[in-house]
């Protein structure tokens, strides 16, 4: 007998890890002349269940398949966005599709942004490149929890002004009352229109008035960048356990089979890519 109220019908199971589930492409903009965000919606109705800092594999039929970084928090609506840059076959297919379009995907893998550690911390939180794409599935879980977490700064380091990355995004955490934004550029060519600052990302830290004793720093972007922003981060008197790092790796299988994205004795895809760097920071090779 089935009691009065309860559902007759019972939650489909979660397809394993290795299964793709197919999902449909809702809506596409152009981030940059290499970049595209891509919105995702399951069609077999069941919620995503990332958080932030984590990945997706993406397939497509006859074009394989390819880790990214998931781009949106699931406090902003049941879909996923990913940002995708055009750098191989399948990135190249995928800058193809139109709105409609079904693709696969396996996942989440991988740990995430500790959230619950970072309560009641001050955060900063800084990215180069296509680091901001990761970046911003905290960035947004942040400002939905905004009463969760203390004083909140957002740096971003991009190659030219044609390379940054969620361009109005920026300016809205610049402008609203959530964040702290800074945006700078390496070098403008001649011609270009940009009034905001010049210089590398190590810049912004070094002027940046950090509270260390409650001071979470977060970084994401191309590997030569991670070191010389430790150091002055270090130089400010962060600790090793108050940064955390998101490590690029080619993770191939997303589940610790293939060994393509080994640190030593951990693996990318399930140790990381977020770890915090007092663990990694003597491991060979980690950056």
Not at 221 to 244: C, N
Not at 282 to 287: F, M, N, Q, S, V
Request: some cysteine; overall charge neutral; charged content about 25%.
């Amino acid at each position: 007998m089935v009691s009065k109220g309860l559902s007759t019908s019972l939650p489909q199971p979660q397809k394993p890890l290795y299964e793709p589930f197919s999902c449909e492409v809702t809506a596409i903009k152009e981030l940059t002349h290499t970049e595209k965000l891509f919105r995702l919606n399951r069609l077999d109705g069941l919620p995503f269940s990332h958080k932030p800092g984590q990945f997706v594999q993406v397939s497509i039929p006859g074009s394989g398949e390819a880790p990214i970084s998931v781009s949106s928090s699931t406090t902003r609506g049941d879909y996923l966005e990913l940002a995708v840059r055009k750098v191989g076959s399948l990135t190249a297919v995928m800058h193809q599709l139109n709105v409609g379009s079904k693709i696969g995907l396996r996942g989440p893998f991988g740990s995430s942004f500790d959230t619950k550690s970072m309560k009641n911390h001050d955060l900063l939180l800084i990215s180069g490149g296509c680091g901001l794409a990761p970046m911003r599935s905290l960035i947004q879980f942040v400002e939905d929890r905004r009463d969760d977490f203390g004083r909140s700064t957002i740096f971003y380091g991009a190659k030219s002004p044609e390379d940054v990355m969620y361009k109005t995004e920026l300016e809205d955490w610049a402008n609203g009352d959530a964040f702290t934004c800074r945006v700078t550029v390496d070098n403008v060519s001649g011609g270009t229109c940009w009034d905001g600052q010049t210089g590398l990302i190590t810049n912004l830290v070094e002027a940046a008035d950090i509270d260390v004793g409650k001071t979470i720093a977060v970084i994401v972007g191309p590997p030569v960048m991670y070191k010389h922003v430790i150091v002055k981060l270090k130089d400010k008197g962060v600790s090793d356990d108050q940064i955390i790092v998101s490590l690029e790796r080619y993770m191939k299988c997303g589940s610790g089979k293939c060994g393509h994205c080994t640190i030593e004795h951990l693996y990318c895809c399930i140790d990381g890519p977020v770890f915090r760097y007092d663990k990694i920071k003597e491991l060979k090779g980690a950056l």
